[in-house]
């Protein structure tokens, strides 16, 4: 069976932004077309779409952050399943929205297409 | 955190015409695609559809004058948050709509795109 | 604020038949792409797809009296919100179906696009 | 007012097949995208792709049988929305089927496109 | 009426790992475009794109060994319905997933398509 | 090797319309999708799109007549070389272009796509 | 044989603009969605997307003005063909461009598709 | 450097048919959307299109024993390049046709995706 | 007749990089999809993707400064045609490339749609 | 103006292959969707679609090789420009084809698309 060691994102940090209508629910979608790691069992590089959507409470996530985020995991070994959930949580951990979704959109392996989706 | 200076829309009016079949509900959908304003940021130029989505009480929109509204945002500083917010706001004000739903669809910025749902 | 005259539509009879399965709930779909009739504001001709939605009683409509009828609105001024209503009157006295939708979905002007949904 | 007369297929016969999952709920989808037949109005030749989707129960249908079939409405004259009926009424008696759907997807005729949708 | 012989699946061992957030709903989805048997009635060989969906519990399947398993039904004379039905059922055992969802999306023969859906 | 009997098209008649601007080369593309035959193997149907581009000289093919022409192939039985080679033949002698090419663009049979393409 | 009669375009007159480059060759790409006449024959409307290409000399066609000599065929009964090469006449006639494309591509009627080309 | 053994197609035999109108020249497209082989490096499954374009002279290929002949592949380790190359000199020795192009279209392969195009 | 006054640009400078491979013929094409600027007789906002696609001499031009080059259109106004041009003349007077191409694609004004294309 | 270091592609080897129909002329077309390197300028990654066309003399390249090759730019510092021209040279250097083209088409950045071709 596959092992996980610990993530360590130390390359870059998301940052909160006031939500400037905390009153009123509103769904924010993001795509990130441009995401690309290393697979954990081949070294070879992973590519996806994420895919982020969520209702505000009181921050929104700054998008310039983001990007530099999502471009740390580049020299990452993480599985599809893996890095989905990571975004997911540093995402929940940074905002408490009220609703989250992240998807992993991976591009095929060995014929083999995935995409992962996380929701809370 | 960012911060947002009063808006002042003074360039244009929207304009209210009768329903003419008030006792029923029905839909109007309306698009937008030439939607532009500039980032609060950075200063570029931002664009987007705005795609509105209402079922109308005594009240439609006149379009020529939502197209010189949604055109008077061309020189406003303004992030995709607050103007996708302040369109509902003002539809919402006008018309006091039985529906109504506002979403700005903006082009990618730094490859990362956005989508902003604002519904009530 | 607009006025709407009366629309006597006298060049055209939508005609019934009778349903072939009236003990059976089913539904029948009808595009029709080459609805145009003038724009009472500017005068300029409009065009829409008319899509209509029904499950029948006791009566189908006929399909060429349908699009006579369609064409019958050729030369009238008439608004996006009234076209569509009033081909949902007719066709709901018509036949009085179980359920009926009628979507008037309208080519841009001012490049604003617009989409009348009637359902009832 | 329209009439029709009786519908005898004659040139084919559906075959059941043994459902060799019959303890499990699974669903069917079938498109047969080269239906014709001939406009009982005007003579002229009709084209549609039948859609079929349905749980079975005992028994599944036979696809050569079920083209075959679909085939002998070649030289029928048959209206769309009976067409559609009839197919739904043969697997239905055929199968007796937990759920059935029979689409009748037209070619357009006088610029007028027609969807028929049988459910049951 | 057709009948079934046992399937044996020797050439091919589905892989489990261990789920690494086992605490959590989260649906993967998985297309393998490439699949290939061989038709029990004709001999011919069918095409079709398998599609899999499901929330893990405790293990998640292993892609390489998916291809494998997949790739395994080459030489095997399978109808659409039983094949669809046993990747099902292999997934089923291996997994015990929340969720599950198999649809085998094959190619047209003799210009009928047909999609299996299997979910539990 | 394959026999082909003689093609009496005696259900219909092209008929010719004189040109209104003969002294000028242009260029009339016509597109037939509804077209059907009888395979001379199988006895299964076929179904093309029939495409027809020409530069006309002193006269030009009447559309209803081209259209009750194309019907006329239901009930033959007929290759696909040698359907699309006898409409040439037959809108060659009719018109005498200034150029002619005729298509049939056949759906596919036994999972083989095939188009012929005639021209002069 | 089909006749003609004379062509009287009074509704709407071109209107030409000078060119702002005339040493230079450059192509200016028009296409007009939205064009609809009668037809000659059945009475029933036409419609067709208009496409115009050419180099210009010493005048462009001011755009309002196209746009509304397109829009006066709307009560005329014209031809596929005849209407295609008189909006080329008016052109030629107008700009004397040193190239000039004219396509008239048609709706399907009675489920035939004409397009009609005119270059010189 | 790679090596290649003897191709021996022996389980299938391409079948000419007389072309019906061999004084004319006339093109015959084939899509075969089905391919597979063997990869002789790894051993897994290849998927490609086949596209076959040629003027014929005296005989044209028959479509059942083509797509028999294409079906032989299945078991064959052959690479991208042969197999296209092999098909080619099939065709031309079997038909020496005036004109001939087949083109091998391939599924990607470790996110390489190759067409092989043979003509002459 | 149109007139059209100075035109000058003075908020931005287009920046020339040294072509790292001047030994060669390559193309760089590229496309910039916010174009946008005002109408000269309307005062409303225009659209256009604007193309640019050359062979470099000595030099090409930096991304960064034509980005900001084409953002200083956002104020001006200018017609089509005279943009196109003019984005033509900056290129060729900083560039000297070897061929060069200039194409603005424009959204519809008024349900006319208009692609200006200069090469030389 | 910009500088460029020295390009040392020690990661990777693209390996020759035997051309196993040196007599004939044919194309290779290659596609690798999943190109990334590093922006020269703003240090941000850059994804692009590699496209490699050529016709092969005495060898062609292994597609494994070509993909380590490719995979290598991961982390190079290197502008649009010059890695096509890099590719193009390696390629050309190793395998001395008798056509060559390799197309670099590069995702947006600053909303500004590039692509570039180097053929010889």
């Known amino acids: 069976m596959q092992k996980y060691g610990t993530i360590n994102i ?28 290393l697979c954990p069992r081949s070294g070879y590089p992973d590519f996806a779409i994420i895919k982020i959507s969520y209702i505000p409470d009181k921050t929104i996530v700054e998008l310039k952050s983001l990007k530099l985020y999502l471009n740390s995991f580049r020299d990452k070994s993480i599985s599809h399943e893996e890095s989905t959930n990571v975004i997911f949580d540093a995402l929940k951990n940074l905002l408490n929205p009220r609703t989250l979704k992240v998807t992993g959109d991976f591009n095929p392996r060995g014929n083999v297409k995935t995409i992962i989706t996380v929701s809370g």
Chains 1, 2, 3, 4, 5, 6, 7, 8, 9, 10 share one sequence.
């Not at 130390?10 to 509103?26: C, G, I, Q, S, V």
């Open 10 to 37: 130390k390359d870059a940090t998301l940052e909160p932004w006031e939500n400037p209508f905390p009153d009123r629910n509103y769904t924010i979608d993001i795509d990130f077309p441009e995401f690309t790691c």
